[in-house]
Structure formats: structure tokens, C-alpha cells
């Protein structure tokens, strides 16, 4: 029943390993996000995609690759991964573009070590 | 930069009592403004949105205030309960081609008994 579900929760791995986020949303939106929160709360957008098409991308480096089959699933592949990318990662979707009604994820707590 | 700020980092507040918190931004051209609450270990959920057009909005037991002069948001909380306890997230949007959520740096409510 969650509207929202992003997977894994917890994810801790090594520095320079590659890993992969999914999320997936249910309530028949058009458009999907990725925001990155880091250990002061802070929120700032890194991707969003409406039915399947990138429209934002705010200068997030090309380790970051989000990937989108369907307008139901916006997943986030992290390549080489680095210190500074621990942080808490969200999902989150509107009913569509320009609308600003966010719906988020749990999140996905992220610790490179 | 970032233009969406918030005076207070923290806010403790009598149980019962009410709560404001506030939040500045800078973006003039911003024309949608929405308040997220964020609980521990989840994600932000949508409390409540106000319109440029608008100067006041009222939900249950919240009322948004927007002073545009001043640039200026307030959230209220009325009747201020242990379940308030969290991180509260001002964001504005500018309408446009690049229509995008930017989020202000969060305060946290925290309830004394």
C-alpha cells in the first residue's frame, strides 16, 4: 500500500563500489524525483523525470545515473562512490509536471566507508 | 545559491501551546510556497500550500501566512502536540520551463511536556 517505496533503507558499501537504488511509485503519477539530503537536512533536487523523460538535472555528476522504464519507476545508479556521497537519498513523485505536490519515499540512508 | 532560508534552526515549544516558525526567501519571481513536515526516519510530507495570490491558508490546525513585501512565510501550529515533533521544511517554486522545488534548510519542533 505504500504510495511511495524506495529500496534498499540502509545501504553501506565501500568506497569506488557501484550501487543501485530502485524506487518505485504507485499512485499513477507522471512525474518522478531524486533528492539528496545531507547530514545538516539540507534537501536539494538531483533528477526529475516525467513519463520517462529527463527534464532536471542539476549538475550532479555523471557517477549518478538515474534510469526510468516505465513512468511507475525512477531507479538511481551511483558509480565509483565517494565519501561525500553518504547522505540520506530520497524518491518522491507528483501527479504531474509543475504540479509541486511532492510525495516521498522512505529514503535510503547511504555510508561509503 | 539556494534563496530559501529559515531564522530558526530550532524551535522547543510548550505542549499545547501554539508554534510559529518561519522562513525567508529571496526569489521574488516565486509564486507557490509549501510546507513539509519531516518526522524521524521519514520522508517530508506535504502539510499545507499557499499561492503568491494569497496572503493567508488555513488546514486543520495549521494556517500558512505569506508576506510577499517582506518575503516573508510563516507556518502555524495551534493547539501544539507531541506528534508535531519534527523537521519542518519551508519550499518555494517559480513557475517556468525549469519549474523546480527548492527547499529551505528545515527547523526542528521539538515538544515539551
Known amino acids: 500500500d505504500t504510495a511511495v517505496s524506495q529500496t534498499p533503507k540502509y545501504l553501506v558499501t565501500q568506497m569506488g563500489n557501484d550501487k543501485s537504488i530502485k524506487c518505485e511509485q504507485n499512485?499513477?503519477?507522471?512525474?518522478m524525483y531524486w533528492y539528496k539530503q545531507d547530514s545538516k537536512k539540507f534537501l536539494k533536487i538531483m533528477f526529475s523525470y516525467n513519463n520517462k523523460e529527463l527534464i532536471i538535472n542539476e549538475t550532479v555528476p555523471n557517477r549518478f545515473s538515474p534510469k526510468s522504464p516505465d513512468k511507475a519507476h525512477l531507479n538511481l545508479h551511483i558509480n565509483s562512490l565517494e565519501l561525500g556521497d553518504s547522505a540520506v537519498y530520497f524518491c518522491a513523485s507528483s501527479q504531474e509536471w509543475a504540479n509541486e505536490k511532492l510525495f516521498f519515499g522512505s529514503g535510503t540512508q547511504l555510508s561509503v566507508l | 545559491g539556494e534563496s530559501v532560508g529559515l531564522h530558526l534552526p530550532t524551535l522547543s515549544v510548550q505542549e499545547g501551546d501554539n508554534s510559529i516558525i518561519n522562513c525567508a526567501y529571496s526569489?521574488?519571481?516565486?509564486?507557490?510556497f509549501i510546507w513539509y513536515k519531516q518526522e524521524s526516519g521519514k520522508g517530508p510530507q506535504f502539510i499545507i500550500d499557499?499561492?503568491?495570490?494569497?496572503d493567508k491558508r488555513q488546514g486543520q490546525r495549521v494556517t500558512v501566512l505569506l508576506n510577499k513585501t517582506v518575503k516573508h512565510l510563516s507556518l502555524q501550529i495551534a493547539a501544539t502536540q507531541p506528534g508535531d515533533s519534527a523537521v519542518y521544511f519551508c519550499?518555494?517554486?517559480?513557475?517556468?520551463?525549469?519549474?523546480?522545488?527548492?527547499f529551505g534548510s528545515g527547523t526542528r519542533l521539538s515538544i515539551r511536556p
Open positions: 526569489n521574488s519571481a516565486s509564486d507557490y
Open positions: 519550499a518555494e517554486n517559480t513557475a517556468g520551463s525549469a519549474s523546480k522545488i527548492i
Open positions: 499512485l499513477g503519477h507522471d512525474t
Open positions: 499557499i499561492r503568491s495570490n494569497m
